[in-house]
Structure formats: structure tokens, C-alpha cells
């Protein structure tokens, strides 16, 4: 698992997946992202971002991880944003 930051700022919590195709000039997988501004979801496995616009990879907190974790094992893998779950796995700071 891996927190990236973009070159412009945004951030992505990955989960690598092995692909048949060839993805050397990106990071391909599985990934938490906010599919409107009220709603977070985990991706199938998919391209995620250019190397090239890559600024940083670093291990993800634990909150961060059981937050992934967490919408990973919803059965439809997406979730309503609210204020409580922000709280619960501390993430406030990022909205």
C-alpha cells in the first residue's frame, strides 16, 4: 500500500495490482478516490498516475490504511462523506 502525491497536489492512496499490460510509465491499481465531493469509493484496478507526475510515495498512515481498509470492505465500495467518519479515522484535516 502507498500514499502518492501528484505534482499538482493530489493525493492517492494505492493498493499495486499485476497487469498482463504494460504500465512502466504509470502506477496501476486499486484506489481510493472521492468520486464526487460527497462520496468516497475504491476503484478496480486501473491507471492511477504518471510516473512522470509523480511528486511523492510514502507509506500511508495508519488511519489513512484502516480508512482504505474500511471502503474496501463496503459492499458496493462507496460510502457517503460525513463528518464521522472524517473523525473516526482522522482525516478532517484533509477537507
Not at 499495486?16 to 476503484?43: P, W
Not at 478496480?44 to 511523492?56: E, F, G, T, Y
Request: net charge positive; aromatic share 10%; glycine share 2%.
Amino acid at each position: 500500500m502507498e500514499k502518492i502525491t501528484s505534482n499538482s497536489g493530489k493525493i492517492f492512496i494505492v493498493s499495486k495490482v499485476a497487469s498482463d499490460l504494460s504500465n512502466d510509465d504509470c502506477i496501476y491499481g486499486n484506489s481510493l478516490h472521492m468520486t464526487t465531493k460527497n462520496s468516497f469509493l475504491i476503484t478496480d484496478a486501473i491507471r492511477i498516475i504518471l510516473i512522470k507526475d509523480i511528486k511523492s510515495i510514502v507509506k500511508p498512515s495508519i488511519e489513512e490504511l484502516s480508512f482504505f481498509n474500511f471502503i474496501n470492505a463496503q459492499p458496493n465500495k462507496e460510502i457517503p462523506k460525513t463528518k464521522k467518519i472524517l473523525e473516526e479515522f482522522n482525516l478532517l484535516a484533509y477537507f
